[in-house]
């Protein structure tokens, strides 16, 4: 298992967040997710200015790899401000970089308490590596 | 309870993710699928198959068996060593499962079956064969390897002991050969698989298996999980069963009208009422489908059509192509423009002839 950057809080579904310093927030899937997935060839990304609410229940994203679909659900409610639009042209980036260039959106939070709600990447390393098995 | 093949320490020792496939614990892939499928497009990729199941009939009147037991003709095969590959039919014409028929001698022919298909199958068979006098034997104690792909003949073949390389370079497209492989061990070599490139099946006593599989890869044969079969199949424009075909689905309907042999007085399981069938008028069809926008064609979407709907069979990424084909199962009929619902949006599709990829190459007009 790859290391997982200590800035990051998780989704038990595997989403990844960083909260930036200008009021905004980055959104992937972990290296674990990527891994378990396989060969990512689509993803379809929100639209920027919709608002989306944070947890699992409705999809914001959806990664599709050879194998399947994914939803992907948002660690934290607000405003979707930017897609990474590299992602239609090489869906593989989460494979090869999923906490760096392979995130998919960023987000304006309208509620920054919600990340006590999220996973420290200690907790989320468990939830990873009891997938395993 | 989950089965293994004797290659199933061997797999994980190679990294696989394992998954589970009707009942087996199966390497889906060992790395990358995508690599993996360029790897048998492009010169030689393995895959452990030891799941299937092999089946020997014997007894005087095998040949006057199988003629009742499958749609297509066994009397094709004239000469020892020649494969068939047919549908096994119920009474309603239904698909019970697609099958390959070797025939060794004329009181011995040998049927590779599906492996989630087995227990039907076997069941199926014997209760046939009971009125025949013919002998049903499952053989468990094999194992199989599939190696596909351009130079994947040459590289088993240099392989093999030097008196039987020129014999087994001589074997014709579905043909098979009784011989012997490294360090004596004894193969039945076929012609045959499942991914539209050359190559072989290998049965080979599960005692020699790993070792087989271990001179492979020493040779350079990349070793290729079942995602990887599955998308080589899928551009080649082979059905899987349960998924494009089963007993709810008469070959008319599968796109395996070519292996229905209508042949004067032979009188076939579901011959009467596949006759029937075509008689009122085949209502469904099967066709490939090639998405050029982005995004991927997945078993169960709706397909919308000028006559109707109809759904996604097998659909999925096609890495040969570098997008998503797919077969589907639509009212017959000309289609008109059609459409797949993708998640709420409709998405065109083109219609095209299948095979999708033949010989490492897309077909004429599948590129777009």
């Known amino acids: 298992m790859s290391d997982i950057p200590g800035d990051l809080l998780f989704l038990k579904s595997h989403e990844w967040v960083r909260i930036n310093d200008d009021g905004t927030a980055t959104v992937g899937i972990s290296d674990h997710a990527q891994e378990a997935l396989g060969d990512l060839v689509y993803v379809e990304l929100p639209e920027v200015g919709s608002t989306v609410e944070a947890g699992e229940g409705k999809g914001v994203a959806v990664v599709e790899s050879v194998k399947a679909a994914s939803d992907i659900y948002s660690p934290l409610s607000g405003e979707v401000v930017e897609v990474n639009e590299k992602l239609s042209d090489a869906p593989e980036t989460i494979n090869s970089d999923a906490y760096g260039d392979g995130w998919i959106f960023k987000i304006k939070y309208s509620n920054l308490g919600e990340k006590d709600d999220l996973l420290t990447p200690d907790e989320y390393s468990e939830v990873a590596e009891s997938d395993d098995h | ?368």
């Open chain 2, 1 to 368: 309870m989950t089965d293994k093949t004797e290659l199933n320490a061997t797999h994980r020792e190679l990294g696989a993710r394992m998954v589970d496939f009707g009942g087996w614990d199966m390497p889906i892939a060992y790395g990358s699928q995508i690599e993996e499928h360029h790897a048998v497009r492009n010169d030689a990729g393995m895959f452990d198959v030891s799941h299937m199941t092999v089946v020997d009939l014997t007894g005087p009147s095998t040949r006057e068996f199988l003629r009742k037991l499958v749609a297509n003709n066994v009397d094709k095969l004239a000469k020892p060593g020649k494969a068939l590959y047919t549908c096994m039919l119920d009474e309603t014409g239904g698909v019970i499962d697609d099958l390959i028929v070797y025939f060794l001698r004329e009181d011995f022919f040998r049927l590779v079956v599906n492996a989630a298909t087995r227990v039907k199958d076997l069941a199926w068979i014997e209760k046939q064969a009971a009125a025949f006098g013919v002998s049903v034997r499952e053989r468990p104690e094999f194992g199989m390897i599939a190696v596909q792909g351009p130079n994947a003949r040459e590289k088993l073949i240099g392989l093999l002991p030097a008196d039987v390389q020129e014999k087994a370079r001589k074997l014709g497209k579905f043909a098979a050969l009784e011989t012997e492989g490294p360090d004596g061990m004894p193969l039945f070599l076929a012609r045959t698989g499942y991914t539209g490139e050359d190559g072989f099946e290998v049965v080979v006593p599960n005692t020699r298996v790993v070792e087989l599989w271990k001179h492979l890869h020493a040779a350079g044969v990349a070793p290729a999980g079942l995602g990887a079969r599955d998308t080589l199949r899928l551009e080649a424009g082979m059905n899987l069963y349960g998924q494009d075909m089963d007993e709810s689905v008469s070959p008319w309907e599968a796109a395996l009208a070519w292996t229905i042999s209508l042949d004067e007085g032979r009188d076939f399981i579901g011959r009467a009422a596949l006759e029937q069938h075509k008689a009122d008028g085949v209502k469904r069809v099967m066709v490939g489908l090639v998405m050029d926008e982005k995004g991927v064609l997945r078993h169960g979407q709706k397909v919308l059509t000028a006559n109707g709907e109809g759904e996604i069979l097998s659909g999925g990424f096609a890495p040969t192509l570098g997008k998503s084909i797919a077969f589907a199962r639509i009212p017959a009929g000309e289609p008109g423009d059609v459409r797949v619902e993708i998640r709420g949006r409709d998405i065109p599709v083109r219609v095209v002839k299948f095979p999708f990829v033949r010989d490492g190459k897309p077909m004429e007009g599948i590129a777009g």
